[in-house]
């Protein structure tokens, strides 16, 4: 089998990985919090980083008026299914078209990780920003805006009085991983090509 | 007459000139000793101590928890009394932690804390603590810290030879101090000799969940049996009690039982006892007694009252039971880490006696007897001294060891703690104590292995020693310490109560199995809910029962109508937080009892009986959070025979 091949194999499965550990972290720091709040988010789930961090996080904060996270978002359906159908697409890619084809599913996940972004951060704009008006604390900007808490999408910000660091987990890098390996796929198959 | 003037400015000038300069000179020196001094006992902020210490209370009848070398106290364990700070006797929950053959008995005298012991070695699961006046051992869960189990002794006065654990905790071991009739029964106190017995209780304890039992008394001439401990090594499966009042009198003791220029050691051969009762040796005796336990599932107490026991006469069981003769009323009774001396401390002596396991198998083997005490065979004395302390103090009292072959003793009248050395005898260090020291404590000073670093002496008098407050101060303790040849004063720290002993532990061992919550889902309260969802008031005629719920910052739910005057309300609070450190409390308005304070995850409730027509609130009694000052709610209470309906609410829903 050609290298190029075998590397659009592998480019196709590692996205997989997603299924088996978490996309992006949020973490919490606080002097309260020895130990930080974090959230694990996976393609299809919220998880606590440490017992009850979750609900943890609710509690705190309810106080300035923002909805709890939910149990589950149509993302956890939407995303798996994206996931599922890209692996099939690409080894169907392999198994059977040319090396073109590679760069073609490459685009695809460089648009559909984009899109994945963009929806995670209207949530979290959603979520920072869409405050119950009974909000037991309100805050506001220096110009006199109310203040959002959303946090970071990538990166780590000052939110009151704590620290929130938000950065991709094993899955997101495996995900990356595969994308990268398709273009390597891409640029190898083209290479053989002109070998021959 | 200007002449002495001047003369006298002079002088005075002088002096003043002189003083200046010592005091100088002093403060210098001074400063630059304590400043030494200071960074042995500094913990600096936001780090934790080396050692746990746990400090019995006395009359104050709880444990406290204090680290070493800070001397900063963590926390009062209740056990023995009632604590309303942490509604300890007063919720509905912890209420039978206190009852017992007398009724509810809601104070204790709190004694010896021991350490359960693993082949020896401190494993840090549970502290024992023994109860003297109404003769009780409690257990403390070292994951929790709190008390879970309390077993009343039957046949038992002044249960003062307690609470020391066999080298694998095998059994907490609990011997009377004051003889009484056993059974108990009405007859002129003037009959006591012969007659009055003393009980030495063995209480086995579950290795897997530690659940005691009175496994069986061994019931001894009528002396007082004043302290214990156990043999490790090899003289494990052996205890050894020191005894004074052998004269058996039972009036003015200080004279009459001070007059024998010996008494005894018993030393008891429990392996022998225990193969004898589980071959059906021993009579049941019927008795009354409570046993105590408390659920962390529940988070509620039961208690049971047991109806027999079994007893032990020693004279019936060959080779298990001899007397040690020891000069003057010996208190301290202290194994050394080997397990080969036992030290008796002769409290109205100067020296120390230590009795030789090898040499006593020895008298046993070759039948070196000096008579019997009714029918208990008595070693002779010259047969079983391994070697005598000439101490140069006064009034030794209790002995520690450290694991370098040194024993540790205290000695009240002189007011020191002496170093010596195992087996050569020769002191080699004193210090003096401030004032008059009862017993020390090493941390794993009482096992195989000690950890040696520090002793913290427990002094029975003050006086000036801190800032005063009133006729009544503060009892001290001061920690030396002993990591060097010679001892070095570092801290004195107030203690709580009466300290009688401790025991102390690395902290490693324990601080990693401490529990940061209870799981909302583990609680099987029967009274609990889990959610805010499930929040209700029931009425059964007169009874109301408020299944309630607390999470920052409210309570669900937090106005009640409905309620009528001569109700008998039971407030059932389940606090939903599951973080660490996150309590909340309750109290409501003319509640004849505590508050309860609450941990994450906890059930805890109390009743409350309104008398007065009207809307009473009530509030949350820990500062749990930014809004903790809005954690509050109503109670409507309306005439007897009103017609108002039940309802309870929250935010209207």
């Known amino acids: 089998m050609k290298k190029s091949k075998l590397l659009m194999f592998l480019a196709a499965l590692l996205p997989l990985g997603l299924f088996l550990f978490p996309l992006w972290n949020i973490t919490l720091e606080a002097p309260q919090y020895p130990t930080p709040l974090g959230m694990h988010i996976y393609i299809n789930d919220f998880a606590d980083a440490n017992p009850h961090d979750i609900k943890n996080i609710n509690l705190m904060n309810h106080y300035v008026g923002m909805k709890y996270i939910p149990e589950a978002i149509p993302e956890f359906k939407i995303f798996p299914a994206g996931i599922i159908i890209t692996t099939i697409l690409g080894l169907i890619i392999a198994f059977k078209f040319s090396h073109k084809w590679y760069l073609y599913w490459f685009i695809l996940m460089v648009s559909l990780s984009a899109a994945g972004l963009y929806d995670f951060y209207l949530w979290e704009y959603d979520y920072g920003h869409n405050l119950d008006p009974r909000a037991i604390m309100k805050f506001t900007n220096p110009d006199g805006t109310p203040m959002g808490f959303q946090p970071p999408l990538f990166g780590t910000k000052n939110i009151l009085n704590f620290t929130a660091h938000s950065y991709p987990r094993l899955g997101a890098y495996l995900l990356a991983l595969g994308i990268a390996t398709s273009l390597v796929a891409y640029i190898v198959g083209k290479k053989e090509l002109k070998r021959t | ?653």
């Open chain 2, 1 to 653: 007459m200007k002449t002495l003037i001047k003369f006298m400015t002079l002088a005075i000038s002088i002096g003043l000139f002189f003083s200046c300069g010592n005091g100088t000179s002093n403060t210098s020196n001074q400063g630059a000793l304590s400043a030494n001094v200071a960074e042995k006992v500094y913990v600096a902020p936001g780090e934790h101590d080396e050692f746990y210490a746990f400090i019995s209370g006395g009359f104050s009848g709880q444990l406290s928890v204090y680290g070493l070398p800070s001397g900063r106290l963590f926390k009062v364990i209740p056990v023995f009394s009632q604590d309303a700070e942490k509604a300890w006797g007063y919720n509905e929950e912890t209420k039978p932690m206190l009852n017992t053959s007398h009724g509810f008995v809601p104070w204790d005298d709190s004694h010896h804390p021991d350490i359960s012991q693993t082949n020896g070695e401190l494993d840090g699961r549970w502290v024992f603590i023994n109860g003297n006046n109404t003769p009780r051992i409690a257990k403390i869960d070292l994951t929790t810290f709190e008390t879970t189990e309390i077993i009343e002794v039957p046949n038992s006065a002044g249960n003062h030879s307690s609470s020391f654990v066999t080298e694998n905790t095998e059994y907490v071991v609990a011997g009377t101090r004051f003889s009484v009739p056993v059974p108990q029964v009405d007859m002129p106190i003037s009959e006591y000799k012969g007659k009055f017995k003393g009980a030495l209780s063995f209480i086995s304890v579950d290795p897997e969940d530690g659940r005691m039992d009175l496994k069986f008394q061994i019931i001894m001439p009528g002396f007082n049996y004043d302290l214990s401990h156990p043999g490790r090594g090899k003289s494990h499966g052996w205890m050894f009690f020191s005894t004074y009042n052998t004269e058996e009198a039972s009036t003015l003791l200080e004279v009459n039982a001070s007059q024998n220029d010996k008494d005894f050691i018993a030393a008891v051969n429990w392996k022998k006892i225990e193969a004898y009762v589980n071959n059906g040796g021993g009579k049941k005796m019927a008795t009354n007694y409570a046993h105590n336990v408390y659920s962390d599932e529940t988070h509620t107490a039961t208690s049971t009252m047991k109806k027999e026991v079994l007893v032990v006469d020693p004279t019936e069981v060959p080779d298990a039971v001899y007397l040690l003769p020891t000069p003057k009323s010996p208190h301290g009774c202290d194994v050394s880490p080997d397990g080969e001396y036992i030290i008796g401390s002769g409290k109205l002596s100067a020296d120390l006696t230590a009795h030789s396991f090898t040499k006593m198998l020895d008298a046993i083997e070759n039948k070196k007897f000096d008579g019997d005490a009714y029918g208990i065979p008595i070693i002779n004395y010259e047969d079983v001294v391994g070697g005598t302390v000439k101490s140069g103090g006064l009034g030794p009292l209790h002995t520690e060891f450290d694991a370098e072959g040194n024993a540790y003793t205290t000695f009240f009248i002189s007011s020191e703690v002496v170093k010596w050395k195992l087996g050569t005898w020769e002191v080699i260090d004193r210090k003096p104590c401030y004032y008059s020291v009862g017993h020390l404590m090493i941390p794993g000073g009482n096992s195989r292995k000690p950890f040696g670093k520090y002793v913290v002496a427990m002094n029975k008098i003050t006086k000036d020693r801190y800032l005063p407050t009133g006729p009544e101060v503060t009892q001290s303790a001061q920690l030396y310490d002993i990591s060097g040849d010679k001892m070095e004063l570092l801290l004195d720290f107030p203690t709580v109560g009466e300290p009688h002993y401790a025991a102390g532990i690395a902290a490693d061992i324990v601080k990693k199995n401490s529990k940061k919550f209870f799981k909302l889902t583990d609680n099987k309260h029967p009274y609990s809910v889990k959610s805010e969802a499930e929040t209700k008031v029931t009425r059964n005629g007169n009874e109301v029962h408020i299944y309630m719920t607390t999470i920052r910052s409210h309570f669900a739910p937090d106005n009640i109508e409905g309620i009528k005057v001569g109700d008998k309300v039971y407030f059932h609070v389940t606090n939903l937080e599951q973080d660490y450190d996150v309590p909340h409390g309750i109290s409501m308005i003319g509640a004849n009892t505590s508050e309860v304070l609450i941990m994450p995850g906890q059930t805890e409730s109390f009743v409350w009986e309104p008398k007065q027509v009207g809307v009473w609130p009530f509030y949350c009694t820990d500062f749990c959070s930014a809004l903790h000052q809005e954690m509050q709610g109503y109670i409507r209470v309306s005439p007897r025979n009103s017609n108002v309906q039940l309802s309870w609410s929250l935010d209207g829903e």
